[in-house]
């Protein structure tokens, strides 16, 4: 457990193992439990040194005022902040979801720094087309509006069992195929995603995460074939929110391998916890041996 400043930024990190260095961030809402509760971390490091970090507006990092820089921008450089904090010149790059979106857009400036790229369940559109039923046909002003109901109770401590049951009612497209799980395996999965939330310093700067971060629609398909490095496709088969753009990364980025997991959906780290690890290292070692995707 480490801090570093970089700015206004008091980010949280782990350096562990020895070998070849692995940055990772982690999705919305999660931390570096995301890869550290369901085991991959402990299988990384066997042969890497791994250097998972919590972004701003999750986990135990901290903005120390404004601006808070929720933002590709800021969140991009601040990949470049903590390698350079590590002494890093090259680095592979693990990412899932949101923190997908940093890093294959931190790839479209900076490839030339990094040994890999590794996008699992992401895109490379910051704001997400979401699919049947999950659209929301909310105006601006009924956003605003909800976000201030929420803002009234935000601070509010919720039981851990009505936390879970408010859960398995709405999952949502990202966690619906853990939700239809039998126990345990429900069970031991929701406690991955529940660690998240105890963990977690301030609400109230993941909400303006949530209402800042989700704003370009492009999939800057010019950039995506600029990215030099090779490249690391991952998805479950199920992740409704990510097939698609997955399929354009794979379509347009130049040296890539594609992997899709089967009966998972967007969580493929905690659903599938030793598949996930097994191709990550697999295509490690093929980078290492052959320097391409392939």
């Known amino acids: 457990m480490a801090y570093f400043q970089h700015g206004n930024v008091k980010m949280y990190y782990e350096d562990l193992g020895k070998g070849e260095p692995i940055i990772a961030n982690h999705g919305l809402s999660e931390d570096v439990g995301y890869w550290a509760a369901p085991g991959v971390t402990a299988q990384l490091i066997k042969k890497y040194r791994f250097i998972p970090y919590e972004m701003r507006g999750h986990g135990r990092t901290v903005v120390q005022g ?3 820089g929720y933002d590709e921008q800021h969140m991009t450089e601040d990949i470049n902040a903590l390698a350079d904090h590590l002494k890093l010149e090259k680095f592979h790059l693990l990412s899932h979801a949101t923190g997908g979106m940093v890093a294959v857009r931190y790839a479209m400036k900076h490839s030339e720094r ?18 049947p039923p999950y659209q929301s046909n909310l105006t601006e002003e009924q ?10 109770h935000i601070d509010e401590e919720v039981p851990r069992e009505e936390r879970k049951a408010r859960w398995i009612a709405t999952p949502g497209p990202y966690t619906f195929t853990i939700a239809a799980r039998s126990e345990p395996e429900r069970d031991r999965m929701y406690e991955v995603m529940d660690g998240f939330y105890r ?7 993941l909400l303006d995460f949530q209402t800042s971060f989700y704003t370009d629609p492009d999939y800057r398909v010019a950039d995506l074939r600029n990215i030099k490095c090779p490249t690391l496709v991952l998805y479950g088969e199920h992740d409704v929110v990510f097939v698609e753009p997955s399929k354009i990364m794979a379509k347009e980025i130049p040296d890539n391998k594609v992997v899709v997991i089967k009966d998972v959906g967007h969580m493929t780290a905690i659903e599938a916890p030793d598949r996930t690890a097994r191709e990550i290292l697999d295509f490690l070692k093929t980078v290492k041996e052959k320097g391409k995707a392939k």
């Not at 963990?199 to 700067?205: I, K």
């Open 114 to 131: 990094l040994s890999s790229l590794l996008l699992t369940d992401t895109g490379s559109a910051t704001l997400p087309t979401m699919p």
């Open 143 to 152: 956003r605003q509006q909800m976000r201030a109901e929420f803002l009234k």
């Open 66 to 68: 404004q601006p808070y």
């Open 199 to 205: 963990r977690r310093l301030s609400r109230r700067a």
